[in-house]
């Protein structure tokens, strides 16, 4: 790759409100690696949505929908080819399935191939709206969602790429770095079903009521928080467990956790659970869906989310044995460091709009 291609590429990025949620951090390491590539970009985002504290560099910020407003899409998107066009990117890149559709329009309308990541598993028809002539490449941060992609859509599975969403991994161990202090345990989970914390909530009052000692604070939001509080009303437990807002910047607060749990299986790719590993929190989490984060005893302990037993059995082997609880962080924070490295995310992703640009052929050649 010669410098002069290099600084010749520009790029569309286009992210949901969940990107900038979920994945600030992974969208805040690529606008500063293609920053650092000197390479121009445009980042499409919904209005109202706060870009500050990951826009890095020389990036133009466009809002779309520009006009929300009944039967006003096909305006919006005209609007929005428009300015883009004034920018004139060589790739767009969707980075969240549910902007798929604005993605695919939007490559027709320029003539442009374009990028579509994948974070999540997939049903039959959720990725209906991919253009097979404009959609170069899938990328995918798991090979678990690879597989889905691959057996449901068979005639992508050519172009999926699998790239590990990169972070940087703390010099140090979170876990029981301070021993006086009292042991902590993190969650990021949303609070839309309090049937997914029953287990959990019922096997903390077991360690409770058995001596343990510590505070637990559950990071999310959701429809059935008010649930979700009641049932720790009724376990006792509103002194010991703390219910808070997705806190930004969310990295500090888990490099304050001892102990990360993820208490149900994910559908899709939890960078709550990487961030989590990287500053050296023990993790405690339960197989399925996109799992492949989760070794067993190397870079986390597991447990069966629908055994309290089997919950208690795990708090038990972090709280108790603590030096086995660090050499699990430990182990985790060098799993990463071998795999997830910022540098290579950003080496593969540039690599990938390369052979974008390369792949597609313009309607006029």
Known sequence: MNDGKRKSLRVALIVSERTLCEYSMFLEHLLVG????????????????????VVRGAVEVLRHPALDLPLAGRLSRKALAERLAEFEPAVLHCLCESKASLASRLARRMDLPYVLT???????????????????????????????????????????????????VAEGSA??????????????????????FENLFSAVRHMILDGYEFMMLVMGGGRA????????????????????????????????????????????????????????????????GVDDLIIEE??????????????????????????????????????????????KMISATLQTYHNAERWYKPSNS
């Open 118 to 168: 994948v974070n999540s598993l997939q049903r039959r028809w959720g990725l209906s709206s991919v253009s097979a002539r404009h959609c170069a490449r899938i990328i995918v941060p798991a090979r678990s969602i690879a597989a889905n992609i691959a057996k449901v859509y068979p005639c992508f599975a050519e172009r999926i790429e699998q790239i590990n969403i990169g972070t940087f």
């Open 225 to 288: 928080e008010s649930q979700v509080r009641r049932l720790l009303a009724a376990l006792d437990l509103a002194q010991t467990v703390t219910i808070v807002p997705r806190l930004r910047p969310w990295r500090s607060v888990l490099a304050a956790a001892d102990i990360f749990i993820q208490p149900v299986a994910g559908s899709a790719f939890n960078p709550f659970l990487l961030e989590a590993m990287s500053v050296g929190a023990a993790v405690a989490a339960c197989r399925g």
């Open 175 to 196: 876990c029981f770095s301070e021993p006086a202090r009292i042991a902590t345990i993190v969650l990021a989970h949303p609070l839309d079903n309090a049937d997914d």
């Open 298 to 343: 190397k870079t986390a302990v597991v447990f069966d989310p629908n055994d309290e037993l089997s919950i208690i059995r795990t708090l038990q082997r972090l709280l108790g044995r603590r030096e086995f609880a660090r050499k699990i962080a430990v182990t985790a924070q060098e799993y990463l460091r071998e795999n997830h490295s910022v540098s």
């Open 34 to 53: 293609l920053a650092d590539e000197s390479i121009p970009v445009a980042l499409v985002c919904p209005p109202g949505c706060d870009v500050g504290p």
